[in-house]
């Protein structure tokens, strides 16, 4: 009996320790799929939250993008981006303004100044017009600026244009982008790893009454957390030292947005005024009977052969009617332009204009140096005189007569109004170099003692002054040259609108012809803005900046003949022709 007592009692105890270790098994059956469970949301959570991010990202990028192609319809510097939001903002009315933003102070640019070097801070979604971004965790989006891409100080300068490159490394590549927007995640510990400095990311709340500027290594990590700022970052890293999420403008988005723009300026800025550079009361080409008389016939100024522009002296080429602009600039010292002395066809002489007063022997004149004319007059009675100059290579560059270069030198009063000198000029069409004669016309030389008296009158080159095209400080189109966007541009015209032709063309045989243009063969002057290097183009060595082929798509824009062709941009063609002026 106490045997088979103990037998029951011995399996009642095996029996409980199967059931508890059945109840263990339970409950680290149901830990293991609450655990499983719960990784596979929190998995779903980032996917959605880095969807989130994303989408941010994106929305923010197309919103520089057009912000920037906006700001180039009026910008000095098309192609510039704005400024991050300034860290003393944060927390104020101010935040989502770039730093130094025209709203906080008026006279500070659109997109306002932050400094030279690689820029780093938050995007700036106030001056963007846009409202404000958050990432997947409901933080402000981060934002990079390559160098060169950003206005440095008030009033200071910049270059940018189609060839103007991007100075961001991304993930070891050089030249990777212009900018970065940066979505920064939940804060993390940072292990230290290579590339990636250890920190405790702590951020302050933005609605705390004086909230501390961010430091950007509470928000990026490693390579993106450089503090101050290099122009070295990355797309990746180790999951427990980096959480950033980045997305890139390449210079060839931000150009393929900025040079539809730059284009309409070229139409609407730069060619009116070419086309009426030798045009108008001071160059009085009526005057000249081979001329036309109708203001709306052109002449232009000869073409530079085509080379390297970043060491071309833009200095135009008799007979070339394509290339460069020539737009060589060297104010009054220029050895390019200059009167010409030593020829009897060419030094300069003074006339008797009109019935009154008398001038004894022939004046003696000369040029000065190359650079100024002086003449010795002696006379009575007080005539009016004539003085004609003849100044070399003045179709070959752009010039604009400059009246105020011409002083009055005897020390007597000024002539009664309507008596005031007079300069007009008018082109030399016996010769293809681009001679230009000036006229300066002193009006009743002061004389009061009804003697004989000797003056020297004299002038200088400086008469024939830079043209405002070649003005980087010119309001309307400083922005040209400044940026050096004439690099980028192709200049041809009819051969006979130069200085010493018919200045017509009646067909295809004689006008220039825009294939897939109307009307069909009757432009007399266009330009071609080249735009950007595309994938099958290079110009980074001065034999690829010499070749055409670097920046036309198409032959028959590259082959110097009268025929030019314009077509849909796209992936692999971007020229875009701007016609100056066709006949009617």
Same mark, same amino acid.
């Given at each position: ?29 149901? #830990? ?19 969807? %989130? ?61 932050? /400094? ?21 965790? *409901? ?88 503090? =101050? ?30 040079? !539809? ?27 000249? !009977?081979?001329? =036309? #008389? ?31 602009? !020539? ?130 009158? #004299?002038?200088?080159? /400086? ?7 070649? %003005? ?46 109307? =009307? ?33 798509? *198409?032959?028959?824009?590259? %082959? ?25």
């Amino acid at each position: 009996m106490k045997r088979d007592q103990f037998s029951r009692a011995r399996h009642r105890a095996q029996s409980g320790a199967v059931l508890i270790v059945l109840a263990v098994i339970m409950v680290v059956g149901t #830990t293991g799929v609450l655990l499983s469970a719960l990784n596979g949301a929190s998995n779903k959570m980032e996917i959605v939250r880095r969807a %989130d991010s994303a989408r941010a990202l994106d929305e923010a990028k197309q919103a520089l993008l057009g912000f920037v192609a906006s700001q180039a319809a009026t910008d000095s510097n098309p192609g510039r981006l704005p400024c991050p939001e300034a860290p003393s903002y944060f927390g104020t009315a101010n935040a989502g303004l770039s730093q130094n933003d025209y709203q906080v102070n008026n006279t500070y640019p659109v997109g306002g100044y932050c /400094g030279s070097g690689t820029v780093v801070g938050r995007l700036p979604w106030r001056t963007l017009g846009i409202s404000k971004l958050v990432d997947g965790y *409901d933080e402000p989006l981060w934002y990079v600026i390559s160098p060169g891409f950003a206005m440095p100080s008030f009033g200071g300068s910049l270059t940018i244009n189609s060839n103007t490159a991007a100075q961001l490394t991304v993930d070891g590549v050089s030249a990777s982008a212009v900018a970065l927007i940066i979505a920064p995640g939940a804060a993390m510990t940072v292990e230290s790893a290579t590339g990636c400095t250890a920190r405790v990311q702590a951020r302050s709340a933005e609605t705390a009454a004086s909230p501390p500027a961010p430091d950007l290594r509470d928000y990026l990590e490693c390579d993106n957390a450089t503090s =101050p700022a290099d122009a070295i970052f990355v797309t990746s890293g180790a999951t427990t030292s980096y959480n950033d999420q980045v997305l890139r403008i390449t210079d060839a988005e931000l150009f393929d947005a900025v040079e !539809p723009v730059v284009a309409k300026r070229i139409e609407t800025e730069i060619a009116p005024v070419l086309k009426k550079i030798y045009l108008g009361t001071d160059w009085s080409l009526p005057a000249i !009977p081979t001329l =036309p #008389t109708t203001p709306t016939d052109y002449i232009y100024p000869y073409a530079v052969t085509f080379a390297d522009p970043t060491t071309s002296l833009f200095q135009g080429s008799s007979g070339v009617t394509e290339g460069l602009l !020539p737009l060589y600039a060297a104010g009054v010292s220029s050895s390019f332009v200059y009167w010409y002395d030593g020829s009897s066809s060419r030094k300069p002489t003074v006339t008797k204009v009109g019935a009154a007063g008398s001038i004894s022997g022939t004046p003696s004149c000369t040029a000065t140096s190359t650079t100024t004319v002086s003449c010795s007059v002696t006379y009575k009675d007080n005539p009016r005189i004539k003085i004609t100059a003849t100044a070399r290579s003045v179709a070959r560059t752009m010039r604009q007569l400059n009246s105020a270069a011409v002083p009055l030198t005897w020390a007597d009063p000024l002539p009664p109004a309507g008596n005031e000198l007079k300069v007009t000029a008018a082109f030399d069409t016996s010769t293809s170099n681009g001679r230009a004669s000036v006229y300066v016309e002193y009006s009743l030389l002061p004389d009061y003692s009804g003697s004989w008296i000797t003056r020297t009158l #004299t002038f200088p080159i /400086g008469i024939l002054a830079d043209h405002s095209l070649t %003005d980087p400080n010119n309001a309307t189109t400083g922005w040209f040259v400044k940026n050096n966007w004439h690099h980028v541009v192709y200049y041809a015209f009819a051969p006979n609108y130069t200085a010493n032709q018919s200045h017509s063309c009646a067909t295809s045989s004689t006008c220039l012809t825009v294939n897939n243009l109307t =009307p069909t063969g009757k432009q007399r002057a266009l330009l071609i803005l080249t735009g950007r290097t595309l994938s099958f183009q290079a110009r980074s060595t001065a034999a690829q900046r010499a070749n055409l082929t670097n920046y036309f798509e *198409d032959p028959e824009n590259r %082959d110097l003949d009268l025929v030019f062709v314009k077509n849909t941009t796209s992936k692999t063609y971007n020229d875009r022709v701007v016609v100056v002026d066709s006949n009617p």
